[in-house]
């Protein structure tokens, strides 16, 4: 059984297992696992996350997985402790000058960045929730998903990777995570910090001073008030007015120096690590409120593809025969140039010879939703399952063909399917003509077999490109015809 026991680590290894069969462009056959999803009921994501956990795929990526958790947790470690000593580095910096304390300069030195950050991350929260978290924690995560890329040496680690990023950015999930991170190393650099100055406190004397040239006396002693009012509320004692007077450079320096320690502890603890650890805290039950509520989104072809395999009553599709006359479609495909596309255009190879590693095929200024390959009837069903299942109507379906083959009665057959599952135009893309070419074929006579068997099946349009070369006339064609904002 897989390792991947939270519902969060379900559903990854089930979306890591979409884009490994989105980039075949096939369903991984494996009818034990479907059967056992069926068999366990639920909803439909249930019967996807429970296929996903018992195919041979989904236990390698369960394996990656923690693998990868694990590397993760030791960076994580590693930064924890990297703070913590950055902290009591920048303690042993202000208490190291000598046993003169500016107590202005200390509290800019230890407090001040980590202050205008919190604000900015504040700011960053209130005005671009999508965009927050703080700079340090996405940095972290960024860190932390390049190295486990690099220490990793399964061949899965990638996908998993890419699943783990597209789910983190839905639900606010990553958002939290990055201010989880941010804030729970801001709160141990803080902590450092704390403990170095307790430690120089604790075995050296220290006289404190202050002073200003712009404000004036009586500003500073407010500020001070002001900056010690938490600690007061408390019983903690800190400077009264007599103190802070007496020691402005210039005077009597040895005046209070119990009471400025502990004015410069409480506001390391009040206004550094208390808010930084309730904030740590409220992002982690942000983050696990976020992982309860995340699901997949199964309106994608990946997974609408599954939805005939994994019905409780599972049945094979039905396909239109083209010797019978379709009822509802036009009587024949317009043999004009169509005009430009709006909407999705969605994409199906049909008995292509490129292997998996170039589907789908890359157009520039293009993208396109890739459904799948339809090599064989299951497949076919499983794309036809996909195109149904879809909500938003698409704007064109593409069928890219080979011109390395025949096309026979199969492929007129799924013509028809397509237009009897959906009212947008189908097209016919007829691709790897050079394969053809390098067989000696009869390139004219191939392409007006394609055209006939599309005027058989009621196709909206067939067009010659070669998908490979940007260059090619029909390439360009399909390429303006699928831009937004292209004209005839």
């Known amino acids: 059984m897989t390792t991947a026991t939270t519902p969060l680590r379900q559903r990854l290894i089930a979306e890591a297992l979409r884009l490994e069969e989105d980039r075949l462009g096939r369903i991984l056959d494996d009818p034990v696992a479907d059967a056992r999803a069926r068999e366990a009921g639920g909803d439909f994501e249930e019967r996807v996350v429970r296929r996903a956990a018992e195919t041979a795929a989904g236990h390698r990526f369960a394996g990656t997985l923690e693998?990868?958790?694990?590397?993760?947790?030791?960076?994580?470690?590693?930064a924890a402790g990297l703070a913590l000593l950055a902290g009591i580095g920048a303690a042993a910096a202000v208490f190291g000058q000598g046993a003169t304390v500016n107590i202005g300069w200390a509290l800019a030195a230890l407090l001040g960045l980590q202050l205008l950050m919190l604000l900015l991350w504040v700011l960053f929260?209130?005005?671009?929730?999508?965009?927050?978290?703080?700079?340090?924690?996405?940095?972290?995560?960024a860190v932390a998903h390049g190295v486990g890329r690099r220490l990793s040496r399964r061949p899965?680690?990638?996908v998993v990777l890419s699943a783990s990023l597209g789910l983190l950015r839905r639900g606010g999930l990553g958002r939290w995570i990055a201010s989880a991170l941010t804030h729970g190393l801001w709160a141990t650099f803080c902590l450092g910090a704390v403990l170095g100055s307790l430690f120089a406190l604790s075995v050296r004397q220290y006289e404190f001073v202050w002073g200003t040239t712009l404000l004036t006396e009586e500003s500073f002693v407010a500020m001070v008030g002001l900056l010690g009012a938490p600690a007061q509320w408390i019983g903690w004692p800190v400077p009264g007015e007599q103190v802070v007077r007496a020691s402005r450079i210039g005077l009597d320096g040895t005046a209070g120096r119990e009471l400025w320690s502990g004015l410069l502890l409480a506001s390391l603890l009040f206004y550094g690590l208390l808010p930084?650890?309730?904030?740590?805290?409220?992002?982690?039950?942000?983050?696990?409120?976020?992982?309860?509520?995340l699901r997949l989104d199964t309106g994608l072809p990946g997974y609408a593809r599954l939805s005939d395999r994994l019905s409780?009553?599972?049945r094979s599709i039905g396909v239109v025969d083209p010797d019978r006359a379709r009822q509802d479609g036009p009587e024949a495909p317009p043999r004009g140039r169509p005009a430009p596309v709006t909407g999705p255009a969605l994409l199906i190879g049909l008995e292509l010879e490129r292997d998996g590693?170039?589907?789908?095929?890359?157009?520039?200024?293009?993208?396109?939703i890739p459904l799948g390959r339809?090599?064989?009837?299951?497949?076919?069903n499983d794309v036809l399952a996909a195109l149904r299942a879809r909500a938003e109507p698409p704007g064109v379906v593409l069928v890219v063909c080979s011109l390395a083959r025949t096309p026979d009665r199969g492929a007129e057959?799924?013509?028809?399917?397509?237009?009897?599952?959906?009212?947008?135009?189908?097209?016919?893309?007829?691709?790897e003509g050079h394969r053809l070419a390098a067989r000696g074929g009869p390139r004219a006579a191939r392409v007006r077999q394609w055209q006939e068997a599309g005027t058989r099946a009621g196709l909206d349009y067939v067009l010659e490109a070669e998908l490979d070369d940007a260059a090619h006339p029909g390439t360009r064609e399909l390429t303006e015809l699928l831009r937004p904002g292209s004209t005839t």
């Open 374 to 380: 339809a090599d064989d009837r299951e497949q076919r």
């Open 413 to 431: 057959r799924f013509f028809a399917s397509l237009r009897e599952q959906t009212r947008a135009p189908v097209w016919a893309v007829l691709d």
């Open 67 to 78: 693998g990868l958790i694990q590397v993760r947790f030791w960076l994580v470690l590693l």
């Open 276 to 293: 930084r650890t309730i904030l740590f805290g409220l992002s982690l039950l942000l983050v696990r409120r976020a992982a309860h509520r």
């Open 312 to 314: 409780p009553h599972a």
């Open 156 to 158: 899965d680690t990638a």
């Open 125 to 141: 929260t209130i005005y671009r929730p999508r965009g927050g978290g703080g700079a340090l924690g996405r940095g972290a995560m």
């Open 357 to 368: 590693g170039d589907w789908p095929p890359r157009v520039a200024a293009v993208d396109w």
